[in-house]
């Protein structure tokens, strides 16, 4: 199978603080990595795109220097919520791809972010 | 502008029973259409994809329909059963690997 991992599952920080959330594709090499937000009851938005060793490509709207993201490896990509404020709350949830273009991504099961 | 539109929040079957989850999306050059199940707290799950080239794909009880001309596609899951409640979205891949999602419909299949 394609399973990705995400840790942690759940996180609660104070305001200020900053978060770092990691993506593993367990048994395949990820050439891609896409980190995904999800407000309740709503759809999944990308926030940007990531392959191995080079600088994510971030959809319009989403601030880089606010969501860093690393894909330091073929197997690891972290997101990193810099200076959390609790309008970032939100289930944050990555996913991997193989190959680029249209290969089918496998989910990880998400990380829930609280800031209080 | 939401590209890919589920119209349907929520719909609800009886078990045995036919589900059709519709799908609606706006952008011609879409030419690759996936469906997720979606757990709540959990990440989506893989179900079945459909290319433009092709205006129907079966895998066991699940068969994705795609009409180009009316930017349409549904999932039908027959006979649905209780575990087949969840989440249900459509996403469409703009040519480089990144999907766009509807908002999703929840499924709710009562025995």
């Known amino acids: 199978g394609a399973v990705v991992s995400q840790h942690p599952s759940w996180v609660i920080c104070k305001s200020g603080t900053s978060v770092k959330i990691e993506c593993r594709s367990l048994d395949f090499q990820a050439t891609t990595m896409f980190w995904y937000r999800q407000f309740p009851k709503q759809s999944l938005m990308l926030m940007a795109t990531s392959n191995e060793g080079s600088k994510a490509t971030y959809e319009q709207g989403v601030e880089k220097d606010k969501f860093l993201i690393n894909h330091a490896s073929l197997t690891l990509s972290t997101l990193t919520v810099t200076s959390a404020h609790p309008e970032d709350s939100s289930f944050y949830i990555c996913?991997?791809?193989?190959?680029?273009?249209?290969?089918?991504?496998?989910f990880g099961p998400g990380t829930r972010l609280l800031v209080l | 502008d939401q590209q890919v539109k589920q119209n349907s929040p929520s719909l609800s079957v009886q078990e045995g029973r036919i589900s059709i989850l519709n799908c609606d999306y706006t952008n011609s050059m879409f030419d690759y259409f996936l469906w997720y199940k979606k757990y709540p707290a959990e990440g989506p799950t893989f179900l079945i994809s459909i290319s433009s080239i092709k205006d129907k794909n079966e895998d066991g009880r699940f068969t994705v329909f795609l009409n180009k001309s009316a930017k349409h596609l549904s999932l039908h899951i027959v006979p649905s059963q209780p575990g087949d409640s969840a989440v249900y979205f459509c996403?469409?891949?703009?040519?480089?690997?990144?999907?766009?999602f509807g908002q999703g419909t929840e499924l709710s299949v009562k025995p």
């Open positions: 996913s991997a791809s193989r190959l680029a273009g249209q290969e089918t991504q496998y």
């Open positions: 996403a469409a891949d703009n040519q480089g690997g990144k999907l766009i």
